[in-house]
């Protein structure tokens, strides 16, 4: 079966620069997630996308931004980086049930994310 | 706002034996999802089993099963005949039934050591 995938798989950046991040959910699903861990620390919710509109948004920075498009994939930009950016990226996507889903989330593998 | 807590920081158990991941909840709300995510060292995050609150029933996996008591708001995870493969992180996660598509409140995790 199809997963969600993440790309790129890993990112070496310096401090200030940006990076993006792309998100590319399971087929026929609507809903997208974002998710930040740093070393040794449970997943925090940054922001989540319905239908091309943001649904809730967490503890995500303003120096980071995210949209969906038209074709359900998602972007994280991240600018002015720091050091404590330095985390796992993850992307993970559902269905609602009304589609015959099970709101159930599905992660992506992650994006490694390096801020030196 | 919701909280998830996890107990244990590390459990070992005895590859065939059968261990119990403990897990807490706090919630005002009547309508919510629980689950088990395991994270591995490739640090994917693998969903293992989902439990509906309006479920009496606990869920069943596999070797994977789930004792939710709804009044105590507890939900642990047992796993039966241990595999080495069983060896990872695993989190609790909650996640409000108010819409389809709420972020999941993870707890701290448990890391889980299976020895041969």
């Known amino acids: 079966a199809a997963g969600v995938i993440q790309s790129p798989r890993h990112l070496i950046k310096e401090k200030r620069e940006t990076a993006t991040l792309k998100c590319y959910p399971i087929?026929?699903?609507?809903?997208v997630y974002w998710y930040q861990q740093g070393p040794g620390q449970d997943p925090q919710f940054l922001i989540s996308?319905?239908?091309?509109?943001?649904?809730d948004k967490g503890s995500i920075p303003d120096r980071f931004s995210a949209q969906q498009f038209s074709d359900y994939h998602s972007e994280l930009n991240m600018s002015s980086l720091e050091l404590g950016d330095s985390a796992l990226y993850f992307c993970?996507?559902?269905?609602?049930?009304?589609?015959?889903?099970?709101?159930?989330?599905?992660f992506g593998p992650g994006t490694r994310l390096t801020v030196l | 706002a919701q909280t998830v807590t996890q107990s244990q920081p590390e459990m070992s158990v005895q590859e065939a034996e059968t261990v119990t991941l403990s897990c807490t909840y706090d919630?005002?709300?009547?309508?919510?999802?629980l689950f088990w995510y395991k994270q591995p060292p490739s640090r994917q995050m693998i969903l293992v089993i989902r439990q509906e609150a309006y479920k009496q029933q606990n869920a069943t996996e596999n070797r994977f099963s789930v004792n939710f008591q709804k009044a105590a708001k507890s939900f642990s995870l047992k796993i039966s005949d241990s595999q080495l493969g069983d060896a990872a992180m695993y989190f609790c996660?909650?996640?409000?039934?108010?819409?389809?598509?709420?972020?999941?409140?993870f707890g701290k995790g448990t890391r889980l050591s299976v020895i041969a």
């Open positions: 087929p026929r699903h609507d809903t």
């Open positions: 996660a909650y996640r409000s039934g108010s819409s389809g598509n709420t972020p999941l409140v």
């Open positions: 919630t005002s709300e009547s309508d919510y999802y």
């Open positions: 993970a996507s559902s269905s609602p049930v009304g589609s015959g889903g099970t709101d159930t989330q599905y």
């Open positions: 996308f319905y239908e091309k509109m943001q649904s």
